[in-house]
């Protein structure tokens, strides 16, 4: 069984990992326990995708302000087959019985994408495995380890996966998650899912950072060094449109990363309009061989004057 352990935090907080490793005192609650002087809740994730995006286990392995555990267990083929064509026959039943549409609907779609992925493992010869993730979210200060927690369970659903914080098991879930400790049966009996391990590689579940839309233009960096590639027109659950907000303090940069983007979407053959009361853009404007319409300027300056 191979168990990877990945970190992500604020710099100026916490350390989880060195609070996992040299705890200074354990306590356990029904949901939640006490690693040192750090608030922990260890999450098990219940529910995965039928289909899943290149790189999204990377995601769940990069939240912030978390300790994410992964575990693969090789399976047997045949008996996989087995048991996930009993779960199609029993989709199929549900989708001929089910007087509620969108419950046909669901079953129907479950059965094909199962069938699917059967289709895969018996014709390919694809292998297949166990997999258990654990997800621990960790803060020092009380807050914000109810908003850590938050972000990590919206995070988590916008990968259209569900976690629980198992309870009356955070024990058990910490000796699972802890790399001195074997795996826990228990725990595993709750948790493990079937993947083909494509599914599980495909997940670039050691990508440690950075952002790659896998088209678009390169944007920044983020805290770790790791390049931001994005493509502000592609969609996505989570995006669902390409509107855009640029914060940050006087003087920070904003307005030079908006040129870098016109720039950047010129080059893509985007078409720009920019509404500038500052004439801010006048020269990136001329020298892309746009036009300057002044609208302050009396009648002759009006859009679609009457
Ligand atoms: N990545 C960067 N590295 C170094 N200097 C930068 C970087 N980004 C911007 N600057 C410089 O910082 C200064 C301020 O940048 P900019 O005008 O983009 O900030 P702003 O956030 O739009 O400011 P304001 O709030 O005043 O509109 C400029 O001189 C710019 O050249
Ligand atoms: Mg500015």
């Known amino acids: 069984m191979a168990k990877k352990i990945n970190i992500k935090n604020k710099k100026k907080q916490t350390n989880p990992m060195l609070d996992i490793l040299t705890p200074i005192g354990l306590r356990f609650n029904k949901n939640t326990l006490h690693i040192g002087e750090s608030f922990t809740k260890i999450y098990g994730i219940i529910k995965y995708p039928n289909k899943v995006e290149s790189e999204w286990l990377s995601k769940i392995t990069n939240i912030p302000n978390t300790v994410v555990t992964i575990g693969i267990k090789p399976v047997d083929n045949t008996n996989l087959i087995a048991s996930i064509s009993r779960n199609i026959t029993y989709d199929r039943s549900l989708a001929e019985s089910s007087k509620d549409p969108l419950t046909r609907q669901r079953a129907e779609k479950s059965a094909e994408d199962v069938e699917k992925i059967i289709a895969q493992i018996d014709r390919e010869n694809e292998t297949v495995a166990l997999m258990t993730v654990c997800v621990a ?52 009996n709750i948790l493990q899912k079937i993947v083909p391990i494509s599914t599980f590689v495909g ?21 770790n060094g790791g390049l931001v590639i994005t493509d502000i027109w592609k969609r996505a659950s989570d995006r669902t449109n390409s509107n855009i907000v640029i914060m940050g303090n006087s003087g920070v940069g904003k307005s030079t990363v908006i040129k870098h983007i016109i720039i950047s979407e010129y080059m893509n053959g985007t078409k720009i309009i920019l509404i500038d009361p500052e004439s801010e853009y006048k020269e990136l404007c001329k020298n892309l061989g746009g036009n300057l319409i002044n609208a302050v300027g009396g009648t002759k300056g009006k859009i679609n004057p009457l």
Not at 203 to 223: I, K, Q
Request: aromatic content about 12%; some cysteine; charged content about 30%.
């Open 137 to 188: 979210t960790m803060s020092r200060d009380e807050q914000d380890f109810k908003r850590v927690c938050r972000r990590s369970e919206s995070m988590i659903s916008v990968l259209k996966c569900k976690m629980r914080a198992i309870p009356n098991l955070q024990k058990e879930l910490f000796k699972h998650i802890y790399p001195t400790f074997t795996n826990r049966e228990k725990i595993e």
């Open 203 to 223: 997940g670039f579940p050691f990508a440690r950072s950075g952002f790659n839309d896998g088209a678009g233009y390169y944007l920044a960096t983020d805290s």
